[in-house]
């Protein structure tokens, strides 16, 4: 019933190779994110893309790569990822309005990674 | 001090009790209060945003004290459904960008 939707629900794949997640919402949300989040522990915030611009990059290591093709569609491509990175990969989208109003994430069912 | 911090638990309640979670935050200038659920390996959902009047949705209220910067999270006649991680979450602004930072959540057991 979720509106936001990422592909693939689980992915393996070595420290050589390169993968892509994939998120679509369908809400008109002009703002999009992706979280990672290791097992029992919040989610942690990764990148922020605000109409189609990427607004917040959290330090994440350049084998993380996002791209944001339209304001429906959220990339990550990943490279030379390490095992340390298995996590779920939570992609969420809100509508971004000004003065902190309607600021409600909503997320999709995740991509559960693990980097052998 | 942690940005926003919850009793992780677990709270093991029995099916009907009434059970409360409070959550409390560092930054006084955050603007919007969230509590999300989350069931194993799933997504986190949005349970309720929180007002400063505080609201209601059938058996869950959710209070906000800014001047002692808590958030409370209410549930009456607890359902074997309701079994989750509660997640308290709080809204920063940031360089003009919002950004939604987690509490370590607090883990409801309700049994028969």
């Known amino acids: 019933d979720t509106e936001v939707t990422q592909t693939p629900k689980h992915l393996v794949m070595g420290m050589t190779n390169k993968k892509s997640l994939k998120c679509e919402q369908h809400?008109?949300?002009?703002?999009m994110y992706w979280y990672k989040q290791k097992a029992k522990k919040p989610p942690e915030l990764m990148f922020v893309?605000?109409?189609?611009?990427?607004?917040i990059n959290e330090s994440v290591p350049s084998r993380f790569s996002p791209e944001c093709p339209n304001s429906s569609l959220l990339n990550l491509h990943l490279h030379a990822l390490q095992p340390e990175d298995s996590a779920l990969y939570l992609c969420?989208?809100?509508?971004?309005?000004?003065?902190?109003?309607?600021?409600?994430?909503?997320f999709g069912p995740g991509t559960r990674l693990t980097v052998l | 001090r942690k940005e926003v911090e919850q009793d992780p638990g677990p709270f093991n309640v029995p099916e009907g009790a009434t059970v409360a979670f409070n959550c409390t935050y560092s930054?006084?200038?955050?603007?919007?209060f969230f509590w999300y659920r989350q069931d194993c390996r799933k997504e986190p959902k949005l349970l309720m945003s929180?007002?400063?009047s505080g609201n209601e949705d059938g058996r869950f209220t959710a209070q906000l004290n800014r001047a002692s910067q808590y958030i409370s999270l209410l549930i009456r006649d607890s359902k074997l459904s309701d079994s989750a991680t509660y997640l308290c979450?709080?809204?920063?602004?940031?360089?003009?960008?919002?950004?939604?930072?987690f509490g370590t959540g607090t883990r409801l057991l309700v049994s028969p």
């Open positions: 969420a989208s809100s509508q971004d309005r000004e003065g902190g109003a309607y600021n409600e994430q909503f």
């Open positions: 979450v709080v809204n920063i602004m940031n360089t003009g960008f919002q950004k939604l930072v």
């Open positions: 809400m008109g949300h002009r703002a």
């Open positions: 930054n006084s200038a955050s603007q919007s």
């Open positions: 929180v007002y400063s």
């Open positions: 893309y605000s109409y189609e611009k990427l607004s």
